[in-house]
C-alpha cells in the first residue's frame, strides 16, 4: 500500500512473494480431489504431498525455516523436519478448506466471532473500521464471517503473477462479495481508502508485509529479533479517526475456525508524517502477532525472512 | 502570501520536506514520484492538510488525480471548491 506504483521496490527489504509453493498441476489435483471426494480426501492427499515437499524439495522445505528459527531457537535438526511439515501440512489444510468454502459457501464452515459485540459497536460508531490482519489461520474465512455487521467489507490485496492460490469467491463463480483495493493502484490505493473509511465501511489489511520503500515501516521486536512492520495502516488511523481493530482467525477443528477481536487500537488524531510517531501502536500490534504465534505456532504463514538484514 | 505560496509552506512545514524551500518547487512541478517525489502517505497527510487549513475535501480517485498533479492544479481544485 505504501508504493505509488508497482515498481517501486527497495531491496533493502525482505522480499516476500505471493508466488504459490506448489505447481498450478499439483492445485488443480488438489482442486479436482476436493470436488470428488471432499476436503476428507483433500486432507488425506495432503499428508503425502506434504512429506514429499518436506523430504524432496530442500528449497521450498528452506522457506519455512527463517519463522521456525525464531519461534523454536533451540529446535533439532530432526524437529526441525517435524516442525516443517506440521506447518505445511496447516497451511495445506487451509487452502484445502478455502477451496471448499467456495464450491460449498461459507455456512459450511462453522466459524465463531470472540468479540463480535465490540465489532458492531465500532461499526456503529460510523467512523470505519480499519481490521489489520495477518498472514496466519485463513483470513477468507475471517473476511466470509463479516456478513452479520451488515456494512461494505474492503479489502488491500496485491496479487502478484505466479500466484495461483485463487480466493474462495473466484471457485463459486461469483460477484466478490468483498470489495477490492490494488495497493498498485494511484496512490496505493490510499484516497480510496480514506473515501470508504468516510462512508463507515470497513477496511481489511495485512499488518506483516511491506511493500514498496522502506519508508513506511519501523523496526520492531518480533520473535527476539527486529524485523520491519508497516505503519501505514496507523497514519490513515490518525488521519480519518477510524479505530484499528487486530483481527486474527484460527483453525479449531475438522470444520471450524475461530475468529477473535486481539486488541482495538485507537490512535490519536493528527499524529503526523513521522513514522517514530506511531511506534507504539505497532509494537501493539507485533505483540498481539507474537503472542499468537505462541498459541498458534504451525499456523502462521509468513514463509519468507521477516528479519532479513 | 498567495495561495501557491502558502501550499508550498503546508507541504513543506507539515510534510516535514527536509532541504526544500517553497522557492524550490516549481509551480507545475509533479507532486508524486517525480518532481517533488512524495509518497501514498503523504497523500494521507495532504488530504488532512487540506481540510484542515481550507476545509475542502478530496474525496476519491479522481478528485485526487486533479487535485495531485502540481502546486497549480490542487490550488485550482481548491479555490473552485471554497468559491461560493
Known sequence: MQRTEKQETDTRLPRWSSRSLGT??????????????????????????????????????????????????????????????????????????????????????KSTVHGRQELLDLVKKGRGV?????????WQVAISALNFLKVTVNLLLEQEEGNIDRH????????????????????????????????????????????????????????????????????IASATGAP??????????????ALKVSKIIQTPENLGRSGESYRQYVTQFVNELELYTREHPYQFFNFFNMWQK | MTLNEKLKTIIIEELNLEDVRAEDIEDDEPLFGEGLELDSLDAVELVVQVRKHFGVEINDIEEGRLAFQSINSLRHFIEERMTP
Not at chain 1, 519461534?71 to 489444510?93: A, D, H
Not at chain 1, 471448499?100 to 455456512?107: D, H, I, K, R, W
Not at chain 1, 484499528?244 to 475456525?257: A, C, L, M, Q, R
Request: charged residues 20%; hydrophobic residues 40%.
Open chain 1, 130 to 138: 480499519i481490521l489489520l490482519m495477518s498472514h496466519v489461520g485463513c
Open chain 1, 168 to 235: 474462495y469467491f473466484e471457485y463459486a463463480g461469483v460477484t466478490c462479495p468483498i470489495r477490492i483495493i490494488d495497493p498498485g493502484s494511484y496512490l496505493g490505493g490510499t484516497l480510496q481508502i480514506l473515501d470508504v473509511l468516510k462512508k463507515g465501511e470497513m477496511v481489511c489489511m495485512m499488518g506483516d508485509r511491506v511493500f514498496g520503500s522502506g519508508k513506511s515501516c519501523l523496526q520492531v521486536d518480533f520473535l527476539g529479533e527486529k524485523a520491519p512492520f508497516p505503519f501505514s495502516a496507523f497514519k
Open chain 1, 24 to 109: 498450478r498441476f499439483g492445485h488443480n489435483i488438489f482442486y479436482a480431489l476436493i470436488q470428488l471426494g471432499g476436503r476428507r480426501l483433500g486432507y488425506f492427499a495432503l499428508h503425502w504431498v506434504v512429506l514429499y515437499y518436506v523430504l524432496c524439495r530442500p528449497s521450498i522445505r528452506g522457506r519455512s525455516y527463517d519463522y521456525l528459527r525464531h519461534r523454536f531457537p533451540n529446535q533439532s535438526l530432526i524437529m526441525r523436519y517435524v516442525n516443517c511439515y506440521r506447518i505445511f501440512l496447516e497451511m495445506g489444510r487451509v487452502l484445502v478448506d478455502r477451496t471448499f468454502l467456495g464450491y460449498m459457501g461459507a455456512e459450511k464452515m
Open chain 1, 244 to 257: 484499528i481493530v487486530v483481527f486474527f482467525s484460527y483453525k479449531t477443528g475438522y470444520d471450524s475456525y
